[in-house]
């Protein structure tokens, strides 16, 4: 069966420090990957997405990069967090091409101070 | 103006009551979604549906194409059915825009 990973769960970090989140997909190769980003009282917004290894499509200019080191794992990163970071990052993947159903991993919660 | 339109913005109601939550959008889709977010933030899927009505249980999604409108309805509200609900459209380029979700709290 499809499953998705991602941690961690919660992070709490300083302004400036450096950023990792990892995502992993099971049961699926190739998937479309998404990352993307729900900040407070706001809706979710796409930040970056990969059709394949190596491949990333950014959304929106920002302070964050991703990476697509392997087919199934999706990490995003950033060199010094942003207060404005903070916000609740989740992982997803394309199950259905062309109807655009997408399944969602847990996601991670991340305060930046 | 946003291309994804959801109303209410929240929305409180008794047990048992009939809920109705709208979603409008205003570009083509080639399928709409709704989507449940649990107060832990997890998202579940809950429907796709890119024409009529689907029915999952107390649960029923319609869609008009022509008016770009879609409703999600509960029959017989259960406090558990309190979540923040989401409407996202699919556009064709595996890509999905989400409305800012209506949060949903039903008291016993």
């Known amino acids: 069966s499809q499953t998705i990973h991602q941690w961690p769960a919660t992070l709490v970090q300083p302004v400036g420090s450096p950023l990792s989140l990892e995502c992993t997909v099971e049961?699926?190769?190739?998937?479309?990957l998404y990352w993307y980003r729900q900040a407070a009282g706001r809706g979710l917004q796409l930040l970056f997405y990969s059709v394949g290894i190596g491949q990333i499509s950014s959304e929106v200019p920002q302070n964050l990069s991703a990476s697509r080191p392997q087919d199934r794992q999706f990490i995003l990163s950033s060199k010094k967090l942003l207060l404005s970071d903070s916000g609740f990052y989740l992982c997803?993947?394309?199950?259905?091409?062309?109807?655009?159903?997408?399944?969602f991993g847990p996601g991670t919660r991340l305060t930046v101070l | 103006k946003n291309e994804v339109e959801q109303s209410p913005q929240n929305l409180t109601a008794q047990e048992g009551e009939f809920i109705t939550i709208n979603c409008s959008y205003s570009v083509g889709i080639s399928a709409l979604h709704w989507l449940q977010q649990h107060p832990g933030g997890g998202i579940v899927s809950l429907f796709m549906?890119?024409?009529g009505k689907k029915k999952h249980g107390r649960l029923i999604a319609t869609i008009n194409i022509q008016e770009k409108h879609s409703s999600l309805h509960i029959t017989a509200s259960h406090p558990r059915d309190s979540a923040v609900y989401i409407c996202?459209?699919?556009?064709?380029?595996?890509?999905?825009?989400f409305g800012t979700g209506t949060r949903l709290t039903i008291i016993p």
């Open positions: 997803a993947w394309l199950t259905s091409p062309g109807l655009n159903e997408q399944f």
């Open positions: 549906l890119s024409s």
């Open positions: 049961g699926t190769s190739n998937p479309n």
């Open positions: 996202a459209v699919g556009t064709g380029n595996e890509k999905l825009t």
